[in-house]
Nanobody, 125 residues
């Protein structure tokens, strides 16, 4: 199995940028597709971005497309989420998730088997 640890969250003003990271340990990280999900207070956890095992394929929720960029470094076993033009509605706990079952990336929570503990991102207006 793989262990995931998110970092880099914090407080940022609207319009600002933040990069959060997901560090993996355990099995060969390049065997796992990875997704970023987020959960705002009182709301369900939702898909934000996903990346395939090699990094060749990426996908985004409509709400973040054009502002967020997902990438990965399989040598250093890390996935990044670069978040630009942040809005107050981006405030949430951000979770990374990994799956060895996916041949692409998935947008459903049940497609992923391993989850990190989350990192808080707060965007002030």
């Amino acid at each position: 199995q793989v262990q995931l640890v998110e970092s880099g969250g914090g407080l940022v003003q609207a319009g600002g940028s933040l990069r959060i990271s997901c560090a993996a340990s355990g099995r060969t990280f390049s065997n796992y597709a990875v997704g970023w999900f987020r959960q705002a207070p009182g709301k369900e956890r939702e898909f934000a971005a996903g990346i395939t095992r090699s990094g060749a394929g990426t996908g985004y929720a409509d709400s973040v497309r054009g502002r967020f960029t997902i990438s990965r470094d399989n040598i250093n076993n890390t996935v990044y989420l670069q978040m630009d033009s942040l809005k107050p509605e981006d405030t949430a706990v951000y979770y990374c998730a990994a799956s060895a079952r996916l041949t692409w990336y998935g947008t459903r929570r049940d497609s992923y088997d391993y989850w990190g503990q989350g990192t808080q991102v707060t965007v002030s207006s």
